[in-house]
């Protein structure tokens, strides 16, 4: 074998291994769980049945791997000690937040929540969490959220219509999705960056909320959904096939 005949070989060797390296890796990378951070506790829902709920029903559609903080007791104000650490995010793909912490109002304990997602941690955002800090003058919150809602309507089982019909996050939702019994929020705002995927509309004045979206906020993907009120919600397939195609969306995931 002559020394061109040599070379060549070890060339097309050598490709075959970087290239079996590159698939070996991805493959590896895909494989890997997604690491989730779940903030929740507050005032009025069943966090505990919620956060097992969430776990299971996510699980069904990607791997994660959870850590679950229940922090604040059962109240409408509370300051809880994870937010302490400037690095509080550090390590995780995403963040959960299903809290509900209301007439928490201190700008500088939220500003240490919300920067960490301007720097590009990703977000999942849930009911609640979007009525948390609203007695809060600092509009941080409400930017990272996409949305603004100070109040909701009462519980009812309200039909979903998709208005974003080619994006991911909504793929196999079905076209007839009615909730099981939950709260509409009222949306007083879309931030600019935010774009609603469904709406529904109001029982009381006909109009159409954004009741899941995705908002752009810093360097972070956030998706939110203002159902989830109910055990009923946390219990429906649904519901929980749409949060976790949100947490697979936000975290980079899921394709465009």
Known sequence: MNRQMITSCLTRALTLVAVVGLVSAQAEEKQKPVRALLITGGCCHNYKF??????????????????????????????????????????????????????????DYIRSITHAHKEGVPAVVIHCAMHTYRASKTDDWRQFLGVTSRRHE?????????V??????????????????DELYVIEKMWPKARALATSKSERDGKEYAVAWTNQYGKARVFGTTYGHSDAT???PVFLKLVARGLLWASGKLKD
């Open 50 to 107: 919620q956060s097992k709920a969430l776990i299971e029903g996510v699980a069904k559609e990607a791997k994660v791997e959870w850590k679950v903080v229940n922090e604040g007791g059962t109240g409408t104000k509370a300051k809880i000690d994870l937010y302490s650490d400037a690095d509080w995010a550090k390590g995780y793909d995403v963040v959960v937040h299903n809290e509900c912490f209301a007439n928490t109002v201190d700008e």
């Open 154 to 162: 009462h519980q009812s089982r309200y039909p979903v219509k998709k």
């Open 164 to 181: 974003a019909l080619k994006h991911p996050i909504l793929k196999g939702m079905p076209e007839d999705w009615v909730t099981p019994k």
């Open 234 to 236: 946390f219990s429906d």
